[in-house]
Structures are given as structure tokens and as C-alpha cells.
């Protein structure tokens, strides 16, 4: 069975410092990652995605995720956080060895980013 | 990515009655999913919709309490049957693998509260 594990259900940030949403999951193949945020009242968003390659790899609104096998984490960072930034994020991951296997998402992070 | 749009997005309903959610995709795609996502929780997968068979549900979901349509490619209906106050959460569908694309798209949801 595969999981995912977000161990802060809540991180707070000062606007323009970094920021980490930590991620860890357990799959049995090789994993497809990802990260979702979802802002009050909205659906979810998909931000980025590790599939193979670089295990950096860039999302949308400046945010970016390492990729780490050996400590099977996933975490989503960002440089200087915004005000805006303000929202839950999900990792979620999918064994790609199983084409049938189906998203299993983390229990979210709620990002607060204070002026 | 695709465009998911759901209706209603929010309603308000009487214990003991149905909803039924509406969910479009601009986009021909196989697998539709639809996740429940209860007050301050994580998404939980409720049934996999594919056209043309029987939706696929998760362990404690039945078909009885929450039946789902997949009449074409475009477009899936769950219904909400019988309901609770258990039952409110937000809603949300999503596709999968459009265009090749690994992740999932979501719909903007739909908040269900049961009085």
C-alpha cells in the first residue's frame, strides 16, 4: 500500500523568508509526486510534479520541490514566501509502476504567511 | 489543462432528501474520479467513473448511499442519497491522464451542508 505524510498540520512563515511543507511518502515501485494547494472556497490546484529526471523540479507561482529517494521526501519549497502564498497544500503520490493505482494524497499543511 | 466545472457549487439541503452534483469536463477523457473532502480534512476517493461500466467504489462507499453516472466522456453525476449532516463535506471531481498528463485535474467543488 502506498502513503503519504505532511507531520505539520500547520507551518507559519514571515513574509519574504523561505518556507518548507515537508512531505514523506511509502510506495512499493517508483513514485510519482506531486503537490496540490488549495485556497479558501477553491478546488485544488496542481503546482508540480517529479516524475524522473532532475530531482529539482519547478512549479508554478515560484514554488519548487527536491525530490530525495534515499529519504523518501518530497518537500515543497519556496524562496520568499508571500502573503498570498496563504493556503493548504497536499503532496500526493502515485506508484507509476501500477498504472492502475490511484492518487493518495497527504493529510495537508496549512501555510500561513504573515506580513 | 483541463477545464472541470461542477453545479451546483453549493447548496443547503433537509435531512432524509438527495443531491445530485453535476460534472463537466471541455475534454473527452476515461477516468473521472469523485473525492470527498470533509471540514478540515484531506481528500478521500469516493468511486473511479469510467464510460460505459459500473463505477468503481472505494472501501465505505456503496453505491446506494452515493450512485454515479458516466453517460459520455465529457461529463459523470454523483448523487448524495438519503442524507446526513455526516455528509457535508466538499465534493470535488477530477480526470486523470488527459493529453498524456500524469497528474489530476480538479473541479472547483461543491460545499454540501446537511441541516
Known amino acids: 500500500a502506498q502513503s503519504v505524510a505532511q507531520p505539520e498540520d500547520q507551518v507559519n512563515v514571515a513574509e519574504g523568508n523561505p518556507l518548507t511543507v515537508k512531505c514523506t511518502y511509502s510506495?512499493?515501485?517508483?513514485?510519482?509526486l506531486f503537490w496540490y494547494v488549495q485556497y479558501p472556497n477553491r478546488g485544488l490546484q496542481f503546482l508540480l510534479k517529479y516524475i524522473t529526471g532532475d530531482n529539482l523540479v519547478k512549479g508554478s507561482y515560484g514554488f519548487e520541490a527536491e525530490f530525495n529517494k534515499s529519504q523518501t521526501s518530497f518537500h515543497l519549497k519556496k524562496p520568499s514566501a508571500l502573503v498570498s502564498d496563504s493556503a493548504l497544500y497536499f503532496c500526493a503520490v502515485r506508484d507509476h509502476n501500477n498504472a492502475g493505482n490511484m492518487l493518495t494524497f497527504g493529510g495537508g499543511t496549512r501555510l500561513m504567511v504573515k506580513p | 489543462s483541463a477545464v472541470i466545472s461542477q453545479k451546483p457549487s453549493r447548496d443547503i439541503c433537509q435531512r432524509g432528501t438527495s443531491l445530485t452534483i453535476q460534472c463537466q469536463v471541455d475534454s473527452q477523457v476515461t477516468m473521472m474520479f469523485w473525492y470527498r473532502q470533509q471540514p478540515g480534512q484531506s481528500l478521500t476517493l469516493i468511486a473511479t467513473a469510467n464510460q460505459g461500466s459500473e463505477a468503481t467504489y472505494e472501501s465505505g462507499f456503496v453505491i446506494d448511499k452515493f450512485p454515479i453516472s458516466r453517460p459520455n466522456l465529457t461529463f459523470s453525476t454523483l448523487t448524495v442519497s438519503n442524507m446526513s449532516p455526516e455528509d457535508s463535506s466538499i465534493y470535488l471531481c477530477?480526470?486523470?491522464?488527459?493529453?498524456?498528463?500524469?497528474?489530476?485535474?480538479f473541479g472547483p467543488g461543491t460545499r454540501l451542508t446537511v441541516l
Open positions: 477530477s480526470v486523470d491522464r488527459l493529453a498524456g498528463a500524469n497528474e489530476q485535474f
Open positions: 510506495v512499493s515501485g517508483n513514485p510519482y
